[in-house]
């Protein structure tokens, strides 16, 4: 059984930054794209920034220029540097992963909560 498990959220003033990990335990192999997904109130999960292959990176337009997503495929491990925050990024936070095969597993997310 594969399990990810994100840390790092908590609540902080508009403009501060934070950092977000996930790290996966169980049988999980062969990582082809590790990201970082973000859902608010009454709104649809949304990709915020993904890397694959180890290298390739994607952001959404919202947050580029003030996240930065990097991984370790041989450590299970995925982070997302947040700076420059804004109320509008509260939201809980959902790490994935997907194999070669096309496997995804999600994690149950971190709260992030950034005050005016």
């Known amino acids: 059984q594969v399990q990810l498990v994100e840390s790092g959220g908590g609540l902080v003033q508009a403009g501060g930054s934070l950092r977000l990990s996930c790290a996966a335990s169980g049988n999980i192999f062969s990582i082809n794209q590790m990201g970082w997904y973000r859902q608010a109130p009454g709104s649809q999960r949304e990709m915020a920034a993904v890397?694959?292959?180890?290298?390739?990176?994607n952001y959404a337009d919202s947050v580029k220029g003030r996240f930065t997503i990097s991984g370790d495929r041989a450590k299970k491990s995925v982070y997302l540097q947040m700076n420059s925050l804004k109320p509008e990024d509260t939201a809980v936070y959902y790490c994935r992963f997907v194999t070669n095969d096309g496997l995804g597993t999600w994690g149950r997310g971190t709260q992030v909560t950034v005050s005016s």
């Open positions: 890397i694959t292959g180890g290298r390739s990176t």
